[in-house]
């Protein structure tokens, strides 16, 4: 069993800055991709960033990239996601997940989630 939790979320303007962490705790593996999702508000839940075990690899959303980087330190079991230059429309509920094998960009692939942390931009 793996545990997430994530901490980090806030309000923020636009063009603000937020860093995102999430803890892994029971049976965690170095060798598991780890990804963030979220969730707007009234919206399904959406890709936004994902890791190779060892993080040589990453992936982002087309609306993230540029301003959002993902990364992790196995030694520590956490996950991380640097958000700059924030926008409005990333206001959502951020969640980080794990799983075993490939990458993927499916909520649907993955085993375990945390319980979320909200984020919300002001204009």
């Known amino acids: 069993q793996v545990q997430l939790v994530e901490s980090g979320g806030g309000l923020v303007h636009t063009g603000g800055s937020l860093r995102l962490s999430c803890a892994a705790s029971?049976?965690?593996?170095?060798?598991?991709?780890k990804s963030w999702f979220r969730q707007p508000p009234g919206k399904e839940r959406e890709f936004v960033a994902t890791?190779?075990?060892?993080?040589?690899?990453?992936s982002y959303a087309e609306s993230v990239k540029g301003r959002f980087t993902i990364s992790r330190d196995n030694a520590k079991n956490m996950l991380y996601l640097q958000m700059n230059s924030l926008k409005p429309e990333d206001t959502a509920v951020y969640y980080c997940?794990?799983?075993?094998?490939?990458?993927?960009?499916?909520?649907?692939?993955?085993?375990?989630w945390g319980q979320g942390t909200q984020v919300t931009v002001s204009t």
């Open positions: 997940t794990t799983k075993g094998g490939l990458i993927s960009i499916r909520a649907g692939d993955y085993t375990y």
């Open positions: 029971g049976r965690t593996f170095s060798t598991y991709v």
């Open positions: 890791i190779s075990s060892g993080g040589a690899v990453t």
